[in-house]
């Protein structure tokens, strides 16, 4: 289909006001009243743009993009908010459904490892490129990949002491292995990432698994989707997910019919620690209390002000 919005005053130049754009050629970030504040336009080698996720400094966007209309012809790309630069950091073996994650920490210089049960990926980027582009070799990228049919979760840690890094396939919960991971995204200190795996027959659970060969999954919730890590002005750390009645993925306007019927967003409290077992390093703390009856996908601002989702349609809710 195609979208139309509103242009701000304030939106850099470049933007035709009055065409209508096609799906999937621009990424837009606009604001409450639908007025464009940042847009980026897919490159001439580019077919369509897919699954743009901010990382969590704000500084930097992951995304997709298709060279031809193989499902399989899809790479990982990084955009500069600031000046719309873009680095590509896994050539194209990616799928549409990759949902990539990009994590970016601070410059300080940290110990690095080698990773002796490591896989190397020819498609991953050099470190030098990242650190280049970054300013900081302190990067994680998290993807899903394809294998015989089912999407399962990697990632790479660029802070190891190789050219090129290598690749981490997170294990699966036992009872889960056919089934699709989705959506991670990962924890503010860059060492957890927390997914929703299952389907609408057998249903959804929402995970927590640390960056680490050898973890093993904890369940969040059963029923449970689109979790996603919010940080507390006081450090806190919460779980924000949405548990719906029936498939996550239908379309439903919301109105004062649906609201309460089609789902309700949840918010769980969580701490983290750097020491001991995975037992006491990932608690969960109370239990979770319920912040909208409705099916939030998009998370909690970073104020914790507002939520927002997006479906068929999207939309944005402020608490008083």
């Known amino acids: 289909g195609k979208i139309q919005m509103g242009i701000d005053a304030s939106t850099p130049a470049g933007i035709d006001t009055t065409t209508s754009y096609e799906q999937h050629d621009h990424v837009f970030v606009v604001n409450h009243q639908n007025k464009v504040r940042w847009f980026f336009y897919k490159e001439s080698y580019m077919k369509e743009l897919q699954d743009p996720e901010w990382s ?5 966007m992951a995304m997709l993009a298709s060279y031809t209309a193989s499902t399989k012809a899809w790479a990982g790309y990084a955009v500069k908010m600031s000046d719309k630069s873009i680095l590509k950091i896994y050539d194209s073996g990616l799928a549409e459904t990759s949902d990539p994650c990009l994590w970016v920490g601070d410059s300080v210089a940290r110990a690095s490892v080698i990773d002796t049960l490591g896989k190397t990926d020819s ?5 030098s490129d990242i650190t280049a582009f970054f300013g900081t070799s302190n990067v994680k990228y998290v993807y899903l990949m394809i294998k015989q049919g089912v999407r399962h979760l990697y990632f790479v840690d660029y802070s190891q002491a190789l050219a090129r890094p290598d690749t981490v396939r997170l294990a699966k919960p036992t009872d889960m292995l056919s089934e699709n ?3 991670p995204i990962v924890s503010p200190d860059g060492k957890w990432v927390t997914y929703h795996i299952g389907n609408s027959t057998s249903g959804y659970r929402s995970y927590v698994q640390e ?7 904890i369940l969040v919730s059963n029923g449970a989707t689109f979790p996603r890590f919010w940080k507390q002005g006081d450090g806190a750390t919460f779980i924000v997910y949405a548990k719906y009645p029936d498939d996550p993925f239908v379309l439903t306007k919301y109105n004062a019919t649906t609201y ?6 949840y918010i769980q409290e969580v ?19 319920k912040l909208i009856g409705f099916p939030m996908k ?6 914790g002000s507002s939520i927002v989702t997006g479906y068929a349609y999207a939309y944005v809710f402020k608490f008083n």
């Open 298 to 303: 998009g998370g909690l601002t970073s104020s």
């Open 260 to 265: 309460g019927t089609f789902g309700d967003t």
């Open 271 to 289: 701490r983290i620690s750097s020491d001991g077992p995975t037992a006491l390093r990932f608690r969960f703390f109370g239990e979770p209390s």
């Open 181 to 183: 991971s989705e959506n």
């Open 56 to 60: 969590l400094n704000g500084k930097y």
């Open 211 to 217: 960056l680490q060969r050898g973890s093993e999954p």
């Open 123 to 127: 498609r991953i980027h050099l470190k």
